[in-house]
């Protein structure tokens, strides 16, 4: 199941993906598409830590 993911674009133009229900999980990226695959992959890193 992958998790919901919120997206919000800076006035620079980056975008901001951040998992609400893992606090602290979120990353920039110059496109959407790329803020949520470095999230995603942050979320995964964090979960094998645990």
Do not use: F, T
Request: hydrophobic share 40%; net charge negative; with cysteine.
């Amino acid at each position: 199941m992958k998790p919901h993911v919120e997206y919000e674009q800076e006035e620079d133009g980056r975008w901001i993906a951040e998992i609400p229900e893992l606090p602290g999980v979120m990353c920039y990226g110059m496109s959407r598409n790329g803020a949520a695959a470095k999230v995603e992959a942050r979320a995964l890193a964090d979960s094998a830590q645990a």
